[in-house]
């Protein structure tokens, strides 16, 4: 049932692996995503603005979903920040999944700094609609 | 992104932004680290970066999902504001668990100073990012005197 997954599907994960450590002191923005689902597959989508392809890396480690990415541009000589709300270059966010997802055949695609993330739900595990026999 | 002006040679800085950083995520609600009159709590939509060369003011708009043709941007007296909507198709058959992404209207305006020309303005978008671009008036840039 779709509703056996509610409270894992949008828990967030505290582990971090080892490819993720950065050094300690570097800032890491927590991107902000919306999470939904419904009876084919869960939907995770996360803004990460500033990162092309090459620097995103989706993985599902174990039952951890880790979507994290690097935005890079360069900057000009001489330049001094007059202001600046975004302080980091790091984005990551990570999240346990649960067992009825088919982490295997996840989906993921980049488009004007928005990421979404599909990961289907094995097919045995879909709800089904039981009818009521009557009288 | 501006990773440089926190490298290590500002080491003491970094941990100050750091702990800054924190304590606007304990308290809820800090303030725009600027301390500009029009700046916003954190967490507003789009986040702004403004950097400035000798020759330029670059304006970086963090508004990922944007039709740029629906961007609306002005600059007035060296004030420049930034209006557009973000639309977020919301799938009815669909259970949400987490909607953080900003959604709906928006409008933020900064101040950028007296001498940007406002008829010399470049924008780009990509990867989410709108860059704007601002030519500084000649009289307002650094010169070397020279010394005889």
């Not at chain 2, 932004?17 to 939509?45: T, V």
């Not at chain 2, 900003?102 to 008829?119: N, P, T, Y």
Request: aromatic letters at 6%; a negative charge.
């Amino acid at each position: 049932m779709a509703t056996n997954s509610t409270q894992v599907a949008g828990r967030e994960s505290p582990i971090a692996t080892p490819q993720q450590r950065e050094r300690p002191s570097e800032l890491v923005i927590r991107t902000p995503v919306d999470i939904f689902e419904n009876s084919d597959s869960l939907m995770l989508i996360a803004d990460m603005p500033g990162v092309s392809k090459d620097r995103l890396d989706v993985r599902v480690d174990g039952t951890t979903l880790v979507v994290q990415g690097r935005m890079q541009f360069d900057l000009p000589e001489k330049a001094v920040a007059l202001h600046a709300d975004i302080r980091a270059a790091l984005y990551r966010r990570s999240f346990v999944l649960s067992r009825e997802l088919d982490t295997e055949k996840t989906e993921a695609n980049l488009k004007d700094g928005v990421l979404t993330v599909q990961i289907p739900k094995r097919a045995s595990l879909r709800p089904r609609k039981i009818e009521v026999q009557g009288s | 992104m501006f990773g440089r002006f926190l490298s290590s040679q500002n080491s003491l800085l970094d941990e100050f932004w750091r702990l800054q950083q924190e304590m606007d995520e304990l308290l809820g609600d800090g303030a725009s680290s600027s301390g500009g009159i029009r700046s916003l709590p954190r967490g507003s939509f789009p986040a702004i970066n403004v950097i400035q060369t000798p020759e330029e003011v670059q304006v970086y708009l963090f508004a990922p999902g944007l039709d740029p043709k629906k961007l609306d941007v002005s600059i007035e007296q060296g004030l420049l504001t930034i209006s557009g909507e973000r639309q977020i198709r919301v799938d009815d058959n669909s259970t949400y668990y987490r909607q953080e992404r900003f959604a709906g209207e928006f409008r933020r305006a900064i101040s950028l100073g007296e001498d940007v020309d406002a008829e010399r303005i470049t924008a780009t978008y990509r990867d989410g990012i709108v860059q704007i671009r601002l030519h500084r008036r000649e009289s307002a840039r650094p010169r070397q005197i020279e010394i005889h």
